[in-house]
């Protein structure tokens, strides 16, 4: 009973990549978008309802698995939740070069070859709402 949850969690898990290089290799493949989300998962009140709201709905799973490479770029605030220092080293590059404002959370939109299609943030939308959202960029 136990396995047979575990393997359903995981079917319906996002795949969330955190390393830009292999989410921009696997873009490339397979020829999907590259969505990096730039959040503060311990102390953004936006970014945590984006997560809950949209990311882990079965809706946009379904759909994001199909179309879209996920990005995670955490910007964690306490110590229990540090990120490994590499981590937060690309994070921060990242940042340096697609969040220069600082805006969490900030959701850019990438092209399967890494050119910059726009960006968006959190909305009071429907997963298929935010899907359109992500599509028109």
């Not at 910059?116 to 899907?131: H, R």
Request: hydrophobic fraction near 40%; glycine fraction near 4%.
């Amino acid at each position: 009973m136990l396995l047979l949850l575990a393997v359903a969690s995981s079917l319906s898990a996002q795949n969330w990549l955190t390393s830009f290089d292999e989410a921009k290799a696997t873009a490339r493949q397979e020829n999907k978008k590259l969505i990096m989300v730039f959040q503060g998962s311990d102390w953004c009140a936006p970014c945590m309802k984006l997560e809950r709201k949209i990311w882990n709905s079965d809706r946009f799973k379904a759909y994001a698995k199909q179309h879209f490479v996920m990005l995670k770029l955490d910007f964690p605030r306490k110590k229990a939740n540090a990120l490994p220092e590499a981590q937060q080293q690309q994070n921060e590059q990242l940042a340096e070069e697609y969040n220069k404002h600082g805006f969490f959370p900030l959701v850019v939109v990438l092209d399967s070859e890494g050119q910059l299609l726009g960006e968006t943030g959190y909305k009071q939308v429907s997963p298929d709402e935010y899907i359109e959202i992500i599509n028109s960029l």
